[in-house]
């Protein structure tokens, strides 16, 4: 081995120990009591708060819109008839519930969208192509 070789090796060596010695001598700093877990304690006259964080479309594609608390986490990438659409609708969180919001572009833009569909009938493409003027 030649020089650069070794000082290589001896410091990949020490960088591992280090790691090694870390881990190993990693403390939490003193004892740790842990926080007892609260029970829940059911309450029907006390109206649960509306989680505004969660409501959304419950639907990932198309204009078939409805909102809700379970709103999907994840959607695909795919593209459906009617996604283009979706721009122009919401879902507000305003007097305590969750609830869609859709202007006259939606509503223009839905049944252009449906429309096209039609025509194209089992023709994706078409359908695609005639959605873009919508």
Avoid: W
């Avoid at 740790?32 to 309450?43: D, E, I, S």
């Amino acid at each position: 081995m030649n020089h650069p070789d070794i000082i290589a090796v001896v410091c990949s060596l020490l960088l591992v120990a280090a790691l090694v010695a870390a881990g190993c001598t990693f403390t939490s700093g003193g004892n740790v009591t842990p926080a007892p877990v609260p029970t829940p304690v059911a309450t029907p006259d006390i109206p649960e708060t509306l989680d505004v964080s969660t409501c959304g479309f419950t639907t990932c594609h198309g204009a078939d819109l409805a909102c809700g608390l379970n709103s999907p986490d994840v959607c695909t990438t795919e593209y459906r008839i009617g996604d283009r659409c979706r721009k122009y609708a919401r879902c507000d969180t305003g007097g305590g519930s969750c609830t869609l919001v859709i202007s006259s572009k939606f509503t223009a833009c839905k049944a252009c969208a449906e429309r096209c569909q039609i025509q194209a009938g089992p023709d994706s493409l078409t359908a695609f192509s005639c959605e873009e003027k919508c």
